[in-house]
C-alpha cells in the first residue's frame, strides 16, 4: 500500500490542491500521446535503418564474384541480411505495441471522464468555502472597523445619539461575523471530507497510469534488448564464418572451381626418323579439313593431340546456363586422323539431300565450304523480373509515376556528330496553355512532349560508353588540375548518364522561357506552369543585344534553379505523405560569349562548386558538356568542369538555329532532393468528405509550411481542384469557387500565402454540392503553386577560377503532382 501523498499535500491556505490534482491527472493524456509519438519515430528509425542494410546487402551481393577473395561476399550479404531483418522485426514489434498504447489513451479518456463526472461535488464544495472564506474575512474585517468606530467615539466624547448608531453597526458586524464562521464551519468540514475522498481518488488513477506505462516501456525494453541479443547472435555467428573461412579453403575453392587441370606436360624423346614410314605417310589421301570455311586441306597445325574437352570451358566465360545445356558426351565431334584432317562420314547422298539444311548437288566438291545451322538458345528470364515489375506498378500507384532521368530520346548516340547538340526539346512536364487548373486532369500521365524518361533508381558508379570518332571528347585538363578520367564519373551520390537535349516533338512549340538578362533583374519565366522543370535547353532572350564582350574581360553568366514538389497527401496522418522534389540547374550565356570562345582555341575552363550537395539524394550531370571533379569536392559539395569545345559547339549551333537571340539557357543538371515526408511539403493538406445520396460535404484543410523552405518566401498562383460527380446542381462554397458543369469539376484560386497571411497561411476550404444521382465518390484533390526567390533544398553555385563572373542568380520552385485523398 502505498502512502496517501496527496491526501496529506494538497490541502493549503487558498485551496487549491484540487485544481492541481485535476490537471495533473489531464497532463497523463498528454504523457501517453508523447510516449506514442517516441516509440513511433523509434519504430520509424529502425525500419529505415532496416532498409539501408538490405541495400547494403544487395550491394555485397554484386560485389565481384571473381578472385580468391569472393566467397567472402556471401558471408557479408548473409550476415547483413539477417540484421537488416532484426531491426525490421523490431520496428514490426513497436509497430504492434503502439496499437496497444492507442487502446490505453481510448480507455484512459473514459476513465477521466468519468472521474470529472464523480469529483464533481468535490468541486462544488471547493468554490463554496473559497466563496465563505472570503465573505468571512471581509465581515471579520467590517467587524473589526465597526468595534473600532464605537470604541472611539466614547472616547471622544461623542453624544449619545452617535454612540448609539454606532453601536447599531457594531453589532450587526458582530452577528455576520459570527455567521461566515459558523458557514465557514460547515463547509469546512464537507469539504474535508469530499477533498479526501477525491485526493485519494486522485492518486488511485496516478498509480493505475504509471503502472500502465510502466508495462509499456518494460515492453518497449525487452523488444529492444531480443533485437541486441538476435543482433549478437548474428555478429557471433558471423565471427564464426570468417574463422572457418581459412586461408587454405579459399585457395582450394578457387583451384576445385577454375583450375584448368592436374596433369603436366609429359615428357618427348628424339626419335629417328623412318623414311619408309614418313614415305608412306607423305602420300595424298582424300579428305576434308574440320569445317572451316574458305580452307583447304591444310593441316591443323594449332590444334592438340588430345581432343578431351573441359566442361568449364564450355560456356566461353558465360555465366552458366547462358547458352543452354550442351552434352559433350553425344556433341556431334568430327573425327580426326592421325594428322589431324576431318574424317567425311559416308553417307547416303539421298539422305543428304533431304536432312541436309542446305541441300546442292554439289555437297562433294571439296572446294564448297561446308555450313551449319547455329540455335543458340535464349536468355531464360529469372524470377527478379516479375518482382521488380511488381515493385514499378507500385510506384506507380503510389506518387503517380513521379521521375527524373535524362530524356532517353534525346541521348547522345555513338555515331551522333557534336552538330546535333543543339535541337531544342520540347515541355518535359505537363504545362498549362492558359494558367488554369480547370484545364489539367490531375491524373492523366504527364505529357513529355516526346521523350521517354526512365525510372531514376539510385545506382552506382558505372563506366560511361566512349563516344565514337567525331562525337565531342573533353579536352586535356588545365595543368593545375589532376586529369579526370573520360570513361568514368565519381562521386557518391553522381549518376553518369549519357544526357542531352531531345529532339522538338512534333506538337506545338514551346514559349520561350529565358533565365535573365546577365545585367537585369528580370523574371526567370513569364509563362507560369504546373510544372517547375519547363524551362527549354536552349531558351531564347529577345532583348536588346548585349555589351560586345571582349576576350580578357570576365565573361558574364546567370544561373536558375528551378525545383518541382511532388506530393501525395492520404487523409489527415501526416505519415502516409509520400513527398518527391527534383530540380533543374540551369546557365545562361550572352551571345557575345560565343565570339569570344571561336575566336580563342583555348578559352577558360569554366568550373563551379554545387553548394549544400549533401542535400541531394542524386545528382545527373548533364555529360555532355559537364564532367565531375572529385579532387575538388567535399561532403556538402561537388565540383564540376566544362567540356569547352562541347560547350562552344553547342552554343554555336544554338545561335545558328535562333540568330537573333541575345541570350541562351542550357541545362547542365538535374537532382533530386532528399526529403523528410510532410515536414518538406510548403503546403499541408487534409481533405474530408461526407457523402450522402442528396448533397457531399468536402472540407480542405491547408497550412503553410516555412520549415520546408530555404529561406521562405510566399506561395503564389494558389489552386486548388476537386473532381465531384453525381450530377451536381448546385454549389455552396466558403470562399467562393468556379464550377465547370462540363467537366464536373471545382477550383478555388487562394490569396497568396506566406507566414503574414491570416492565421500565418492556415486556412480551410468549405464547399457543399447538392446532387441528383447521388451518392459522390470522394476523388482525388490537385494543387498548384509557386514560389520566386527561393529554392526547397538550398542548392547554390559558386564559380571556381578566373575567367567567369556571375552575374545573376535565380530561384523558383513550383508543383508538380500535388495530390490529396482522404
Known amino acids: 500500500m502505498i502512502t496517501p501523498y496527496f491526501l496529506e499535500n494538497f490541502w493549503g491556505e487558498k485551496n487549491n490542491g484540487f485544481d492541481v490534482l485535476y490537471h495533473n491527472m489531464k497532463h497523463g493524456q498528454i504523457s501517453t500521446k508523447e510516449l506514442t509519438d517516441f516509440i513511433r519515430e523509434r519504430s520509424t528509425i529502425e525500419e529505415a535503418y532496416a532498409r539501408s542494410m538490405t541495400k547494403l546487402a544487395k550491394t555485397a551481393g554484386n560485389f565481384s564474384q571473381l578472385g580468391t577473395f569472393a566467397p567472402v561476399w556471401d558471408v557479408f550479404k548473409s550476415s547483413t541480411e539477417k540484421q537488416a531483418g532484426c531491426h525490421m522485426d523490431l520496428a514490426r514489434k513497436l509497430q504492434e505495441l503502439i496499437k496497444e498504447v ?38 471579520k474585517e467590517n467587524y473589526n472597523a465597526k468595534t473600532v468606530e464605537q470604541e ?133 589421301r582424300k579428305r576434308i579439313p574440320f569445317g572451316i570455311p574458305g580452307r583447304r586441306k591444310d593441316k591443323d597445325t594449332d590444334s592438340t593431340e588430345s581432343t578431351e574437352v573441359e566442361a568449364n570451358n564450355t560456356a566461353n566465360g558465360a555465366p552458366p546456363g547462358y547458352y543452354g545445356s550442351i552434352d559433350i558426351q553425344n556433341a556431334n565431334v568430327p573425327q580426326v586422323d592421325a594428322e589431324g584432317f576431318c574424317i567425311r562420314p559416308e553417307v547416303n547422298e539421298n539422305d543428304a539431300k533431304d536432312n541436309s539444311f542446305y541441300s546442292s548437288s554439289d555437297s562433294d566438291d571439296e572446294d ?23 515493385n514499378i506498378d507500385e510506384l506507380k500507384a503510389s506518387i503517380g509515376n513521379i ?97 542531352s537535349p531531345p529532339k522538338t516533338s512534333s506538337a506545338s512549340p514551346p514559349p520561350t522561357a529565358p533565365l ?45 534553379f528551378t525545383e518541382s514538389v511532388n506530393a501525395y497527401f492520404k487523409g489527415a496522418d501526416p505519415t502516409k505523405c509520400i513527398v518527391k522534389i527534383t530540380g533543374d540547374m540551369t546557365l545562361s550565356f550572352p551571345m557575345g560569349i560565343i565570339k569570344v570562345f571561336t575566336s580563342n582555341p583555348s578559352p577558360a575552363v569554366l568550373t563551379f562548386k554545387l553548394k549544400n550537395a549533401s542535400r541531394l539524394e542524386q545528382i545527373l550531370p548533364n555529360v555532355q558538356l559537364l564532367h565531375s571533379d572529385p579532387s575538388q569536392s567535399d561532403s556538402d559539395s561537388k565540383s564540376f568542369w566544362f567540356n569547352m569545345q562541347a560547350l562552344t559547339s553547342y552554343l554555336r549551333k544554338s545561335s545558328e538555329q535562333n540568330p537573333s537571340a541575345s541570350y541562351y539557357n542550357v ?136 575567367g567567369y563572373r556571375l552575374s545573376l542568380s535565380k530561384k523558383r520552385f513550383a508543383t508538380g503532382r500535388y495530390m490529396a485523398d482522404c
Open 368 to 390: 564448297e565450304p561446308r555450313k551449319f545451322h547455329v540455335q543458340i538458345k535464349p536468355v531464360q528470364p529469372n524470377n527478379g523480373t516479375h518482382h521488380n515489375r511488381a
Open 102 to 139: 492507442q487502446k490505453y489513451i481510448e480507455e484512459q479518456a473514459k476513465a477521466h471522464k468519468k472521474t470529472k463526472e464523480e469529483v464533481a461535488p468535490t468541486l462544488e464544495a471547493v468554490q463554496n468555502i473559497q466563496t465563505i472564506s472570503q465573505s468571512l474575512q471581509k465581515s
Open 152 to 284: 472611539r467615539l466614547r472616547k471622544e466624547g461623542a453624544t449619545q445619539r452617535d454612540v448609539d448608531k454606532a453601536g447599531v453597526k457594531a453589532k450587526k458586524a458582530t452577528e455576520a461575523y459570527k455567521s461566515y464562521v459558523e458557514k465557514y464551519a460547515n463547509a469546512k468540514s464537507e469539504f474535508e471530507q469530499k477533498m479526501a475522498e477525491t485526493a485519494q481518488k486522485f492518486q488511485d488513477i496516478e498509480e493505475n497510469h504509471i503502472l500502465q506505462l510502466k508495462e509499456i516501456i518494460r515492453s518497449y525494453s525487452e523488444y529492444v534488448e531480443e533485437t541486441h541479443v538476435q543482433i549478437g547472435e548474428v555478429h557471433k555467428e558471423f565471427v564464426r564464418n570468417i574463422e572457418n573461412t581459412s586461408v587454405e579453403s579459399l585457395i582450394q575453392k578457387l583451384s576445385e572451381s577454375k583450375g584448368t587441370g592436374k596433369e603436366r606436360p609429359g615428357p618427348i624423346e628424339f626419335e629417328e626418323c623412318n623414311a619408309a614410314v614418313a614415305t608412306e605417310g607423305a602420300k595424298p
Open 403 to 499: 521521375i527524373l532521368s535524362p530524356s532517353t530520346s534525346g541521348q547522345m548516340r555513338r555515331n551522333q556528330s557534336s552538330d546535333e547538340l543543339a535541337k531544342s526539346r520540347g515541355p518535359t512536364s505537363y504545362e498549362l496553355t492558359n494558367n488554369d487548373l480547370l484545364s489539367l486532369d490531375p491524373l492523366s500521365p504527364p505529357q513529355l512532349g516526346g521523350a521517354s524518361y526512365a525510372s531514376a533508381v539510385p545506382v552506382p558508379n558505372r563506366p560511361i560508353t566512349p563516344l565514337a570518332t567525331g562525337a565531342l571528347m573533353p579536352p586535356p585538363r588545365p595543368s593545375s588540375r589532376p586529369k579526370l578520367p573520360t570513361a568514368k564519373l565519381t562521386g557518391i551520390n553522381e549518376i553518369g548518364r549519357p544526357f
Open 667 to 802: 541545362d547542365i543538371l538535374k537532382y533530386q532532393v532528399q526529403s523528410d515526408g510532410i515536414h518538406s511539403t510548403p503546403l499541408n493538406l487534409a481533405v474530408y468528405w461526407k457523402c450522402t445520396p442528396s448533397t457531399t460535404d468536402l472540407r480542405v484543410d491547408y497550412r503553410y509550411n516555412p520549415e520546408s523552405m530555404d529561406s521562405p518566401g510566399s506561395l503564389t498562383n494558389v489552386q486548388v481542384l476537386v473532381p465531384v460527380d453525381g450530377g451536381v446542381t448546385n454549389v455552396q462554397s466558403l470562399p467562393n469557387s468556379i464550377w465547370s458543369s462540363e467537366q464536373n469539376k471545382c477550383l478555388w484560386k487562394l490569396s497568396d500565402l506566406s507566414s503574414k497571411s491570416e492565421n500565418e497561411g492556415a486556412g480551410s476550404i468549405r464547399a457543399k454540392f447538392d446532387l441528383s444521382n447521388g451518392p459522390s465518390n470522394p476523388s482525388t484533390l490537385a494543387v498548384q503553386f509557386m514560389s520566386e526567390g527561393s529554392t526547397l533544398s538550398g542548392v547554390d553555385m559558386e564559380l571556381q577560377g578566373s
Open 516 to 560: 535573365a538578362r546577365a545585367e537585369s533583374s528580370s523574371s526567370l519565366s513569364s509563362n507560369a506552369s504546373l510544372s517547375a522543370a519547363n524551362t527549354p535547353t536552349v531558351g531564347t532572350s529577345r532583348g536588346p543585344s548585349p555589351v560586345t564582350l571582349a576576350s580578357q574581360d570576365a565573361l558574364p553568366i546567370a544561373v536558375a
